[in-house]
Nanobody
Framework: VQLVESGGGLVQAGGSLRLSCAAS????????MGWYRQAPGKQRELVAA???????NYADSVKSRFTISRDNAKNKMYLQMNSLKAEDTAVYYC????????????WGQGTQVTVSS
């Protein structure tokens, strides 16, 4: 499974961005997908996750502002980010977890999101 993110950029505080993640390869094997982020000097953290059945969970810091969604037919995942804050600035990574013989955990290359205050 390969993952490619897009949609990052520079936005003012209070603005919105929509990230996309395109999956290719053995996408039938994907169970859960998620968005993680890593700010400079900080550990990578889970932002939001979604299962193949559509169940979602969010970090407390983004609840009510971010929405994760998934289009299984197009092998794509999205993160709609509204009311962005300076502290949302980070590199955002797409992640996929699944099973092909053994469990796997795949990462995209990351996309930069910068929120100016």
């Amino acid at each position: 499974v390969q993952l490619v993110e897009s949609g990052g950029g520079l936005v003012q505080a209070g603005g919105s961005l929509r990230l996309s993640c395109a999956a290719s390869g053995s996408t039938f094997s994907i169970n859960a997908m998620g968005w993680y982020r890593q700010a400079p000097g900080k550990q990578r953290e889970l932002v939001a996750a979604i299962t193949s059945g559509g169940s979602t969970n969010y970090a407390d810091s983004v609840k009510s502002r971010f929405t994760i969604s998934r289009d299984n037919a197009k092998n794509k995942m999205y993160l709609q980010m509204n009311s962005l804050k300076a502290e949302d600035t980070a590199v955002y990574y797409c992640n996929a977890a699944g099973l092909i013989g053994s469990y796997y955990f795949r990462w995209g290359q990351g996309t930069q999101v910068t929120v100016s205050s």
